[in-house]
């Protein structure tokens, strides 16, 4: 049995096309010349309908565009990505500090793009949201293609376009600076080719290049990308049925990818001498066994949050008497969302809200549509159905930052919120003071937790307290026990290896306070740059200082000034920063791990 035969297609062309066969007739109507006359009028109807259709897509696709582009924002991460396009834009090359060759990113192709914009003129900031929004309006354009292909009519595929383009977490990371949107597009863009395969039993030649050519921009983009490669060339191959031969199909299928995975993947063990990205590194140190409870929490709020879970209890109930087995082509999106759903429990989640799970939000719409389609009779159901995940999207708007969320995952008001450049205690805005201090060209080295806007904006040789673009960290740090799952961040660096490094100014974790007089107790900031963790503050040398660096609206950013640098050291003459002994000098005070 075919699927069509089984599953509902496009009821209104059906519709079109049954009435247009009673009329084909010659024995009927046609004799008479009224059918043809008729059968023109329905295909000139049938086509306004097209029409406006395509119109309501485009209108809907540039206007959630729009609304994306007044809502963007950046996240502290992308700015990690920015310091290393700009080090490639400038004669640098992808690397962290001049001459410290690391791969502390794990987005290549974005990486790179925004290196050559920034080559020609757009510094990433402003690049990485157009470039972000472009995707999003890419996306949705592949979600009503693959509603067309999936779900029975137009107007259902316009629901989906709706529905993906007003989620929250898939609107709100339009932006953000990170390849999370160019990520979603390419999957949508290799699992719109798979099912075309499986829809026709046969997979084209210009198709599987095209496959390939998605699948290999794929693994460039993310390292977790092979999930997505399997999923799609299994179910191309089996379409197909490759295993019986056909040559041409296989070079197809193969080549693209070789093409652009093996050269850079050669180019990166030579660069950085090694496969891995660092971050896989640091990630590995995960030692908690709470890592699934935490994914699993992950992934539940998604479905809880977004009234998923409701919306699909109540379609199977309703479905429970008059089910019908979906489509063969559903079936790819089952496997990667099943799969990908898994991979985030393993992984504990991300500290990012639910920004791991950006992919795979319209897949799940299209399937909970699917489901739903299969309704008959039901219209006033499956309107209430929308309605409810409409209604999710506003809630989890209005309120998942009050929700008891696991700990260490930051909403993205609070995201946002961290490098708002109008707010003086974000890390942006201490990234630029910190420039206008020490200056451009590395007036001082940095050791910074929250690695990303603070060493772009300041642009100073900066190491990485948490280990994501140092290798010697990522591997040998020391490993926090105060964290109850460490999401990528299991690692610290100690005070010997920043001596090795000779850091001048220790910022860790960043501590603010307001302007005024010294501290009574300077051990207590300095354990909370590295969150309270013990480490051997014991090597701290005794003529280290800690020192208040003034920000806007009253307020001071705490370091530990560790060895000495002339600017530093003239701008503390000049009383333009004030500082003061640590108070842990006698042996009895000495903090030890």
């Known amino acids: 049995m075919r699927p069509d035969q089984y599953w509902p297609i496009d009821s209104e062309c059906a519709d079109v096309r049954a009435r247009a066969s009673s009329l084909s007739d010659p024995a009927g109507v046609l004799a008479n010349g009224r059918g043809v006359r008729l059968l023109g009028i329905m295909n000139a ?4 309908i097209d029409r406006r259709k395509r119109a309501t897509l485009a209108v ?20 990690i990505t920015f310091r290393y396009a700009r080090h490639l834009a400038t004669g640098y090359g992808p690397v962290w500090n001049q001459g410290l060759a690391v791969e502390g990113y794990s987005n290549f ?11 020609a003129g757009l510094g990433p900031e402003v690049a990485s949201q157009l470039l972000g929004v472009a995707c999003f309006a890419g996306s949705l354009l592949l979600v009503f293609r693959l509603g067309q292909k999936l779900l029975p009519g137009r107007w259902w595929a316009l629901a989906a376009c709706w529905l993906t383009g007003t989620n929250y977490t898939f609107f709100m990371y339009a932006t953000g600076g990170l390849e999370t949107q160019l990520m979603a597009m390419l999957v949508l863009a290799a699992l719109t080719v798979v099912v075309s395969a499986s829809q026709r039993r046969h997979l084209r030649l210009v198709s599987a290049v095209a496959l390939s050519a998605y699948a290999g921009l794929a693994l460039l983009t993310r390292p977790d990308s092979p999930l997505l490669v399997f999923v799609c060339f299994a179910f191309a191959i089996g379409a197909a049925k490759l295993w019986k031969g056909e040559l041409r199909l296989w070079l197809g299928l193969m080549g693209p990818l070789v093409v652009l995975v093996v050269p850079w993947l050669y180019w990166k ?8 990205p660092n971050t896989f590194a640091a990630k590995a140190s995960i030692h908690s066994s709470l890592t699934l409870a935490r994914g699993a929490t992950y992934v539940g709020w998604l479905f809880l949050s977004y009234w998923w879970l409701p919306a699909a209890l109540a379609i199977g109930w309703k479905a429970r008497r008059h089910f019908r087995l979906p489509p063969l082509s559903l079936l790819p999106l089952l496997a990667y969302v099943a799969l990908w759903l898994a991979y985030v429990v393993w992984a504990g989640g991300d500290i990012m809200e639910l920004r791991m799970v950006v992919s795979i939000i319209p897949l799940f719409i299209l399937l909970l549509l699917a489901a739903l389609a299969t309704m008959t009779g039901g219209r006033f159901f499956q309107l209430s159905i929308v309605a409810l995940l409409c209604g999710g999207s506003l809630v989890h708007c209005l309120y998942f930052g009050r929700y008891v969320r696991p700990a260490g995952i930051g909403t993205i008001p609070q995201l946002r919120q961290s490098v708002q450049r109008d707010d003086p205690a974000s890390w ?43 290798k010697w960290v990522a591997r040998q740090g020391f490993l926090r026990r105060k964290c109850t799952v460490c999401q990528g961040h299991a690692r610290l660096a100690t005070i010997a290896y920043l001596q090795q490094q000779n850091v001048h100014l220790l ?19 300095v354990r909370a740059m590295f969150f309270g963790e013990d480490l051997d503050y014991y090597r701290i040398p005794d003529d280290a200082w800690l020192v208040r660096i003034p920000l806007e609206g009253g307020l001071d950013l705490a370091a530990l000034y560790l060895a000495r640098t002339p600017r530093v050291d003239a701008l503390l003459s000049a009383g333009t920063w004030q500082g003061q002994p640590l108070a842990f000098r006698s042996p009895s005070r000495v903090l030890r791990p």
């Open 269 to 276: 063990y030579q660069l950085y001498g090694d496969l891995l």
């Open 45 to 48: 109807i049938q086509l306004a």
């Open 428 to 470: 942006a805005s201490m990234g630029e003071k910190l420039r206008q201090y020490l200056g451009g060209n590395g007036g001082a080295t940095l050791a910074v937790s929250p690695a990303g806007a603070i060493p772009y904006l300041s642009e100073q040789r900066t190491i990485d307290c948490l280990g994501l673009s140092d």
């Open 109 to 119: 192709l974005w990486m790179l793009v925004l290196a050559g914009l920034h080559r």
């Open 507 to 525: 910022i860790g974790q960043p501590q603010v306070m307001p302007s005024g007089d010294p501290l009574a107790d300077p051990s207590e900031v």
């Open 60 to 79: 809907l696709v540039v206007a959630l565009s729009l609304c994306a582009w007044s809502q963007r924002w950046l996240q502290d991460d992308a700015y």
